[in-house]
Nanobody, 124 residues
Framework: QLLESGGGLVQSGGSLRLSCAAS????????VAWFRQVPGKEREGIAC????????DYADSVKGRFTISRDDAKTTVYLQMNSLKPEDTAIYYC???????????????????WGQGTQVTVSS
């Protein structure tokens, strides 16, 4: 399973860094993505990083503010979130998948392994 951490309460304009670590398996060969969900809305893919770290995709809603990365040992994937806005408030999930089809990088239906989520709340 995946374990997210780093969520919390922050003021608008602030920053948070989320971490996603694997328990019981290695992330070496997995593409990893971050998603977020607000109650009553669909889960939104916001960032994805390939196994090598060379291919990264972002949703337009976070482009230029959020940065996804993975450590050299490929044991942890991070989501650095800057210039946070109240509309970024959501439960944030990381997910991993061995193989993805073209265009599936931000598609929650394409990912099979998920974390339990961490709450991010941005106050205005």
């Amino acid at each position: 399973q995946l374990l997210e951490s780093g969520g919390g309460l922050v003021q608008s304009g602030g920053s948070l860094r989320l971490s996603c670590a694997a328990s019981g398996f290695s992330l070496d060969y997995y593409t990893v993505a971050w998603f977020r969900q607000v109650p009553g809305k669909e889960r939104e893919g916001i960032a994805c990083i390939s196994t090598s770290g060379m291919t990264i995709d972002y949703a337009d809603s976070v482009k230029g503010r959020f940065t996804i990365s993975r450590d050299d040992a490929k044991t942890t994937v991070y989501l650095q979130m800057n210039s946070l806005k109240p509309e970024d408030t959501a439960i944030y999930y990381c997910a991993a998948q061995l193989l993805l089809g073209a265009g599936e990088e931000l598609d929650p239906m394409a990912f099979g392994t998920w974390g339990q989520g961490t709450q991010v709340t941005v106050s205005s």
